[in-house]
Structures are given as structure tokens and as C-alpha cells.
């Protein structure tokens, strides 16, 4: 594909995707974010900054090289750009980066706590925990180094920012959004089941067997979710 | 009616009956499914694995035997085809198998609690407690037989599968649907009494008093929300 | 107005108002009823029983007399039509009920806990607390006694009936139905509250005369909320 | 833009910007409401009294005087308006206010708690802790001297009065309605937060820095979001 084609389908693919972060309710004002890198290109493509999810649209998705340098848009890109770049130079395989605070993963990323593996869901999708990174202020790459540093070698494509919120990782856009409304899924599970006693425990193989398989045998072929 | 009609009849519903599933807010992504055993067949439709709400069309759901086997359709049936298709085998008295993760229900199955009887609204519907099912690995028969060593003889059309969800039956897929619905409103109810402080008891002929009416007076005629 | 554009009116009234209770998410599947006095007669208009709230229309609702008894209607009428048509004899000052099973008030119910007043909201609309009304069973009068028994010269407009639910009167279908969206929204807020810590205390005499001033100012001239 | 058009404009803005506060579910029936005030001139464009969301249009708007006093409009202006007019009137840099009984920050003014600052998006929002004002009646000066004790000299644009609401200020009605929108989301946060356990604290520092950063940053040149 064309450089031009595979952008112009990606400002589509990413202004649609937000529709879901809004859907499942991740997200308030405009506080969260979609980004796809364009595969083969040293590129990536962002929501800009402060703009309603109303109002996005594939001509006002901006193209920002991977330092986070705007190279088409005419808007400012998200304030949240400099750790989508950072993931993408850091992880050859991530194809697709999302930012929410989706208010019950942030609640435990707030405590600093680990959401703890007591569901087949989560053992699905995060293959056991999902964890914590450090507390990082946004603006330089304290933040992406933050995410790069947790899930590198994690199968959990999700990282609950001490603090702040949640940074999720896929193979494209579409898986990152994915663990992202599932991170929110799992969490607000995770929460109520503590909230009035204490998880049945799982055991570690059985978290391995259901990832092992949902990896493998999950959805159609061709379309598994394994984020890398 | 012939098999033809039979199986576009129920092609049509199962794919409608998962935009209840969505509007009640039972699932996230493509965490849950519906199927219905095709009268008098040993066969059953089931939506298939990993395509989201949005795309589910009549045409493509899939037809199985009752043992997981697909006889029609292009796309690999839903990952918990095992599951329901062993119900089907061993509960005649089944027509339709609804499988969720909702929320407040997983909680239970999470502490591995079954939910106990405090409202009118449970007991009409569940006759009473809401029962754990045993901890299963998804591949084989061994969730099925979960299902129905925990439902045979039970009252409730809902089993609470531990560290998992929520799968339900009913005499169609209408009625397991709307056990799944009730399941999860009655779930939500019943923890948020909980968090604040204990249940007012309710006498069990209070319970055999509503859940009887409710199978033979609620509803109109030939409409009756029996299960079996 | 004749009789006919009377009842005519108040069928399309009390079908519409029920999207309301779905609106705010007050009923699950079809649990949940509202119904309406006609004015100067000893009939009442009333959805009917166990039928999806999306397929309520005009001409499906149901006219029953003051006992009960269906009068114009090929339905049967809601089941809890007997509850509803002993407030209306009893209280004549009343034009509307409604009954849901919503989360947070059904919470409160089932621990047979008033809600005490700690918000000007909940001064505003009921005048102090949300009382707790008998455990009775459906079927016969003992509902619309409780009912009666509890909010007879009580501010509040709504009761929760122990282990059950809510009712809320008005002195039309809609003012019953903006009771019950506030009982549910102060109900809410006051699980949230006590869930942390301990409410601030509110003084008499300002509850009193928030509640005296929303019956008289509140509003346009002609539409104040007062229920009786 | 001559007074005709400016208030034109405002009565389009104003009765738009309530869908902001449904969509949100940050209100029940008609208990919110936000207001504009006319650029120099002595002037505030606000919701009328007990009108449902879904009737709202630029025509039924009510122009008022800073008194308090309608200068256009046939109904009755919304019962906050003496809250809304005391503000302009105290805080001249103060272009839109807005009033809710958003269920997570009321139940925060319930227990007449600040809501402390663990989150990067508080920082961002609000500067640190969203403070409690007084209790104060509705009818007269009462409720706008709360608000502006309690704001003049904060950085937070939104303030929990004591068993009441939520009142947020703005630049303009737009801001102040992000302001209502982020504070129920921060207020529930911390609620999930708090629920569980305890919040890892926020150095003051980092909370400085990402404040300032994000009144000076974030959005697109010319619309960011700083409250005065």
C-alpha cells in the first residue's frame, strides 16, 4: 500500500476507534487518546489535543514522525504524544498505543496497587496481573520510559500509571483500544469482588493455560488478539 | 415449520437477542453469547468467536450439532460452544444458553459466594439463592458439566461459574437471556445492600410463595418466564 | 373532557412515561409500572403485565376499575395492578404510581434502612426521609395497605417496601415518576456518602423549609412537584 | 457583535451546553443548570425553572439581570439564578457558572469533604483539592457568598457546597461545563480510590507543575481551559 493510502487509512481507523472509547464510557471530555503507527514508517498517526471526541474526524487526525514532530495537521497534537512516540521507538511490535483514566483501573493505579489475576477474563486478555508503572509527569519521556519499562517482557498489554491512568499496547490501534476497554472491564470486577470479601484464589497454571489458549484459539483466524 | 424456517427463525433471534446483552451493559467487546437449540434437532445456533456486537447479522451465525460441530456457517463458533452444546445434551428441558462476565455477578463468582435471597425480585425469578458453579477450563466439557451438575434439580436458571461468569438457561433463548438480565440487576442489588450493612431475612415460604406465583401468574398467558 | 378523550389521553400519558424509567435506568427487563387515576372516575390506566417496555403503546394499555378488574384491555394487566388500585381507593388526593425495583432505594429496602436526609435534594422532594414500608406479599391488598400505612401523612411520596422495592404517588402519573427518579438519585448519593464516612448533619427546621419552599417556588406557576 | 446577536448566540449556547450535563448523567429530571453571562454588559443568560431537559431551546432561555430580575423571557428563571448572579457580580473574570447534584462530588459535600488531590487530572483540572463551601439556604444571597468565599483566591473552579452540589465557574459557559464534567469524574475516582484502601500521596511540586502546564499546554492555542 501506498504511503498516502496507508495514512489516509489510518486517520480513519483511529478517528473511529475513539467512538469506542467513549462508548464503553473510558473516557470523560477529552481526556484520552488513540494512536496507530504506520506500519514500515518511522510515523505515527494521534488524536490532537482538547478536541472533542464529537468533532474528530480523519482530516483533523495529525501525523507526528516518531519524536513526536507533527509532519501533517494543522492542530496540536495530543498532549500525550511524546509517550505514544516513545512506546512506538521502544517496541518494534506495538502497533497501536491508547491512553484513558477510566475510572476504575485509575482507582487502583491511584492506590498503586496491581490489579491481582482472579478472572478467567483477565488471565485471557493480561495473562495474570495488570501493573503498576512509576508516577511520571507528562512532557518530556518520563512517561513513555514508564510504560516501556513495565511491559517489556509482561504479557499484560496494559500499564496502570501510578496516578494517572492507563496506557495500553497492541499490535494495531484496534487491540490497544481492546485492552483498554478490557483493562476498565477487569478492573471494575476486580474492585466489586474485593469491595465485599476476598478473591477464590487461581492457580498460576491454569492463568497460563487460559492464555496460552485465548492467544491461540480465541476469535477467527487471522484476527487473535496477542498484542504482540 | 421445516428445518429451513426453523433455523432462519432462530438465526434471526440469536443474532437480536445479543443487542439485549449490549443494552443492559452484561458484556464488553465480544465477552458473551447466546445460542438456542433448534427444536426437535440435535442442533443448536451460536454466535460466532470473537466478532463484535455491532456485525452479528443473521447470516452470520452458526449452526452446530450438540457436539460443538459447525454444519453451517463460515466463521469458528463462539470459544464456549463446548459449554453450551453439553447443556443441550444434558438437559432436554433446554432451549437457549446465555453466557456473560456481567460485572456485579462475577463479583460473586470471583469470591466464589452465591448470592442469598433478600429480594421479592430474586425470588421470583431464581426461587431463591443463586448458586456457585466450580472452577472449569474452557476447552472441553468440563464447564458444561459445571453448568449442569450445579442447575439439575436447581431452581435457578443462573449458576455463578467461580473465578469466571455467569451462564443461564431458559426454555428459549429469550427466557435465558432475561435470567441473565435479572441475574445481573440482582447481583448489583444485592451488593450494594451488602456494602452498607445486612439483609432484613425473608422467610422461605415467603420465597416458594413468590416464586410459584411468579411461574404461573406474571406475564400474559403462554408467556410464562419459566426456565423448564 | 369526555371520558373517552380522557382515557385516550391518559393511555398515551402513562405508555410514554415508562420510557422515563428506562431512561434513568430504573427497571431491568420489564420490572417496573407505572399507572394513572382517571380523573373522577373509579378507573385507573395501567401498563400491562410483562411486556417489554420498547413494545408499550397506546393502545396496549390496560383499564381496570378501582378493584382491580380490567374494564377495556385484551392484556392482562400489570401484577402489581391490585397494589396500585388500593393507594387510589385509599388516597384520593393521589393521580399517579409508580413501582420500580431500582438499585440503590431496592438496597435500602432490603436492609430495611430509611434514608435519612442529609441532601437539600431529598428536603426538596420528600421533606426529610424516605421511609421503609412493611414486608408484604404480592397478590392481594397487603402491598397497597403497606403502602398506604406508610405514607399516609408522610411528606415523602416514596416508600420502600422491605426486601421488595419502591412505590412513589403523585398527584399525576408524571409527578409519581419524577418521585421515583429522585428516590433512586438521592438513594444513590446517599449509599455513596455513608460508604466513606458519615454525612453531615442537616438541621430541622432548614429541611423544613427547603421542602416548604420547592412546593411553592420551584418550578413554572401551575407545574409545582408537590405530590398531594 | 451588537447586544442582540451576543445574546442570540448565548441562548443557543446555553440551552446547547445542557445536553453536556445529561450525556454525562451528572443530572436527574431538572436538578442542574448553567448559566452565561453577556459579555459587558450587566446581563446572564440562564435554564428556565422545572423545564425538562428535552424541551430546552435558545427561545425558552431567560435573559436576567446581575439582580437576579428577568429582562426577557416568559418563564420563570431557574431557582439558582440568585446563586449565578451573586457570582458575576463578585468575580468579574467569571464568564459561565453551572450547577449540579452530580452523585460521587455531592456525596464528597455530603460528608463536607474537600476531595484531596491523588490524581494527575486533579492537578491538571483543578490545581489540587476541590474545596467545601458552606451551608448555605436557597432564595437569597446565601448560596453566592458560599461559592465566592470559597473560590476567590482557589484554583479550583468547582466547589462542593455542604449537603448540596456541585457549583463550577469558567471563562465562558463552556468551561465551566467541563469543569462540572471533570469534577464528577475526579469526585468518583477518588471515591474507587478511597473505597479500597489508600492513595499513594502527590508531591505538591508535581502537582504545581502539571497544573501549570496544563492551564498553558494543553488543547489548541487559544482554547485552553483556564477557569479566569
Redesign the interface.
Known sequence: MSLDLEVTRLRETVAGLHAELVR?QLV????GNVSARVPGRDLMVIK????SYDDLRPENMIVCDLDGVVVDGD??PS?DTAAHAYVYRAMPEVGGVVHT?S??A??WA????PIPC????QADEFGGEIPVGP?A???GDDIGKGIVATLSGHRSPAVLM????VFTIGRDARAAV?AA??C??VA?????????????P?ARA?ID??YD?YQT?????G?R?TAR
Open positions: 464503553y470523560a471530555w477529552t481526556a490532537p489535543s482538547g478536541v492542530l496540536s498532549s483514566h475510572g476504575y485509575t482507582a491511584a492506590r498503586g496497587e482472579h478472572l478467567t477474563a508516577f509527569l507528562i512532557g501510578r496516578n494517572h491512568g481492546k476497554v478490557m476498565e472491564d471494575r470486577t476486580a474492585h466489586l469482588t474485593r469491595a465485599l470479601g476476598t478473591p477464590a487461581m491454569d493455560s487460559l489458549r484459539v480465541y476469535g477467527q483466524p484476527t488478539s
